[in-house]
């Protein structure tokens, strides 16, 4: 069963830092290559932590009863883990019992995700608006935090690879300084009909939008066909 509050946070979504990222050409220098781990980032900015300290305290009662039930169907999934684990020692082997204990295993887990999933639905929404207001200073961050250091590549921190003699840079912690100043502090009001996500979706929609409008500015305007008459050709 699943930990509350475990130090991972919700899977950040639409990010629009690439695994690869290129410092801004204005800020390009010879220094070389940065690593850093944008989900440590996130999680340990202050605007994060302040929040992840608001919905503790405001859904309290929420949290204390999914602990609690997860505790519950915890022990239920042991007993039901022994049984198939007992069935799969028998000689000579019941084949339907062992099955049917597998599959009693099995769907008790799968009810149990879903039933721990619904109660805890409340400030786990709340936690992934918090993420979305902090994703989308993400990008300046990254930029600030490579210009500030004289990275001209970044690399995901779980892809780097041996690419030259001397070690990349960790620009992590000065990708969260960059947040906290970007991103003091986050709500966790979470406005009707919002979905994980959405902020994200609506930066980069607003991105695609610009990028449109700029084409559109820059095509050449249609030529107009000369008016009068044709001269007359014998």
């Not at 899977?11 to 220098?29: E, K, W």
């Not at 022994?82 to 597998?102: G, I, S, Y």
């Not at 999933?117 to 490579?146: F, H, N, W």
């Not at 210009?147 to 992590?172: E, S």
């Amino acid at each position: 069963m699943k930990k509350i509050f475990v130090a991972s946070a919700l899977a950040l979504a639409a990010l629009s830092v690439s695994p690869m990222t290129a410092a801004p050409a204005a800020a390009q220098s010879k220094t070389g290559i940065g690593i850093a781990d944008l989900d440590v980032a996130t999680t340990r900015s202050n605007a994060y932590q302040t929040a992840l300290n608001q919905i503790r305290t405001t859904y309290k009662a929420q949290i204390d009863q999914v602990e609690a039930r997860d505790q519950t169907l915890g022990a239920e999934l042991n007993v039901l883990r022994a049984r198939a684990n007992e069935e799969a020692k028998k000689t000579p082997q019941n084949k339907a019992a062992l099955d049917a204990a597998v599959k009693a295993f099995q769907d008790k887990s799968a009810a149990a995700q879903r039933e721990i999933a619904q109660m805890a639905q409340p400030y786990e929404l709340a936690r992934a608006y918090a993420i979305d207001q902090i994703t989308v200073r993400l990008d300046d961050a990254v930029k600030g935090a490579m210009t500030k250091r004289k990275v001209d590549l970044l690399l995901n921190y779980d892809q780097q690879v041996v690419l030259a003699a001397q070690p990349p840079v960790d620009i992590t912690d000065a990708i969260i300084a960059e947040l906290n100043t970007l991103v003091p502090s986050v709500s966790i009001a979470v406005p009707a009909g919002y979905q994980p996500g959405q902020l994200m979706q609506q930066k980069n929609q607003a991105l695609i939008n610009a990028a449109r409008a700029q084409q559109g500015q820059a095509a050449p305007a249609a030529t107009t066909p000369a008016t009068g008459t044709p001269p007359t050709t014998r």
